[in-house]
């Protein structure tokens, strides 16, 4: 119940933040905030007699129960992390604080009962439960059931818990207190010294789980699938080390991180060159093995009986802080995820300092490693940056312009995580010889074509450096959609495209699918061209390519425009769902792919939809991709309620 419902919100609000990664690092810390608030209500509760915990936790589990998802409109203006934590607070926060809290009490509730000895290993077997409800989610329920339906089928799993729980309670107060041996004192005090290393090893796991996904959907588009695999990885790892104290073995996991931490390094700063399963296997292996060394260690200095709540109290406590560090502090103190190489440098140090404390001796190989590892990062991070001109980050990425200028290469680029978003000539060449839209391009082609018809009236969803306005002349307009705020400033800043233009151009921030809403309510003039070209790490967000989004295009386009998408990337293949918007909007689809070995030419595949015969039957044959069909339209037909990457995923 936990775990089920944390992607299945978190997706249901990409749209309304422009499909950003960010969207399930500030969920994550959400969820893990309230998990703390769990644990210390699962704590203050055990203050109480048995009795009372249980008509307490009872009630309020019906109650929340009652009220969970809703819809209450919550109107604060907040920034993008607060308004996301907001939007789950409101439809889940009670609920998910006190689910949190139901390991929790089982074991104290069964310590309580006669039995002194902690059940740790139910906390693996809650892990697991967690485990199937990750797994299960992007691979059958976000794939064949809608996000209303999911939502439907997990409120009933949620009056299923609550009659278990009512059950339990009976069958409990009822058993006779002759069985009982030596009940736990009710009370327990907060002022209890925890183990700083509770909390400093559960902060450090925390950090590693949301900076891996972060640099997971640097490359690859963020989608349950995404966040599911680390987060899997995260509950494997707890799961196994407590079911048994003895399935951890210092040495081993040892060497392991530090072969972790030098592929960590290299993914850093090369995991872009790497395909799509190559980088999530490569990503695992190093989080498994941090995990591994964090909560083996939590199980090794796990205490028994009493301080049983205040040790979950305390992991928890480390969790929030390491997702408190990531979400929120980190974006503000580094312009790259750096976070990612400070989570390994942290376990780095902190396994020296647990050699040296527990086995009195000094690793020289580890520490050799640990001296060598920060050598190469330096180096690896000047060659890395020499060419930055200027870098911002913010809650949509983090994005960076470089002056690449080598004897094959003069050319001043804007990046967007590890992904070309538009290139300018150092040197004063012909602009359109370059990146994703010289003249061999299907955008450059299509729009020259529409352009010998009539002048254009072009809307372009995503701006990057704005070299798109360089397609147009004084008799056209371009309006340029743009939602992160640091992109126009970035294009206006260390770009001339549109400085120079002679078009008339116009640039919206907003999510563009909003900004077209608008527009078609207050009666905007027609366009003839619209162009989608906005990108969340390496792929289109899925929401600016469903049905209802398509529907809104043809709504703002001309009888006779012209739909453009952006399909180049690495990892998906977004063609059959365009195919399958074609067949149900009876649209023409054609392909365009330029390949390209120049440094200063980038290949990229772009496709067309339109009812234009005219536009058609000007298009050389020679320029157009042949296309293959798609047997599995049902799994392909995106709608806002139903979209899944997976069946598309490049291999």
Known sequence: MLFQIQPMLSKELLPQFGGGASVWSASLFFYQTVLLLGYFYAHFLTRYPLKKQMVIHISLVVLASLISLNKFQVNFTLTPYWSVIANLLNQIGLVFMLLSATSVLMQRWYIERGENTVPYHWYSVSNLGSLLALISYPIIFEVFFSLQQQKDYWQIGLLIYCMLLISLAYKLLSMSTKKNKSPLPLTQKMSKKPNVLWIILSATSSIMLIATTQMISTNIPPMPLVWVMPLTIYLVTFSYTFANKSNYNRSVWVYAFILSAFAGLIMYFLGSQFNAVSQIIIYSFILFTGCMICHGELRELAPQSTLLTHFYLYIALGGALGSLFTTLLAPVL????????????????????????????????????????????????????????????????????????????????????????????????????????????????????????????????????????????????????????????????????????????????????????????????????????????????????????????????????????????????????????????????IKFKHNSTKLTALGSEWVVLTSNQLFLDAIKVSDLSPLKSYPKTELVHWTDQKNSSLPLLKF
């Not at 120079?500 to 027609?526: C, F, H, M, W, Y």
């Not at 453009?564 to 067949?583: E, G, K």
């Open 334 to 589: 580094f312009e790259q995820i750096t976070e990612y190489i400070v989570s390994l440098a942290v376990l780095l140090t902190l396994i020296s300092y647990i050699q040296i404390t527990k086995l009195k001796k000094i690793n020289t190989l580890l520490i050799g490693a640990s001296a060598l590892w920060c050598g190469c990062y330096l180096v690896l991070y000047f060659s890395f940056n020499q060419y930055n001109v200027a870098s911002q980050r913010n809650f949509y990425g983090y994005l960076t312009v470089k002056d690449i200028n080598t004897a094959e290469l003069a050319q001043r680029r804007l990046i967007d995580g590890t992904t070309i978003h538009g290139s300018q000539p150092l040197h004063g060449q012909n602009s359109l010889t370059n990146s994703y839209y010289h003249q061999h391009t299907g955008v450059a082609k299509s729009l020259a074509i529409l352009k010998s018809q009539e002048n254009l009236s072009m809307g372009v969803v995503g701006l990057g450096a704005g070299v798109l306005a360089s397609l147009a002349d004084k008799h056209d307009t371009v309006h340029f959609y743009e939602l992160n705020p640091a992109v126009y400033k970035m294009a206006n800043t260390y770009f001339d495209y549109l400085k120079n233009t002679q078009a008339k151009v116009n640039v919206t921030i907003g999510d563009g699918r909003v900004s077209l809403v608008n527009e078609l309510k207050n009666n905007a003039p027609l366009m003839n061209a619209l162009v989608i070209d906005a990108f969340s790490s390496d792929v289109i967000p899925a929401h600016l390519l469903t049905q209802e989004a398509l529907e809104l295009y043809w709504q703002r386009l001309s009888e006779n425009g012209i739909l453009v998408i952006h399909i180049s990337n690495n990892h998906i293949d977004l063609l059959p769902v365009l195919q399958a918007h074609s067949t149900n909007f009876a649209k023409a689809l």
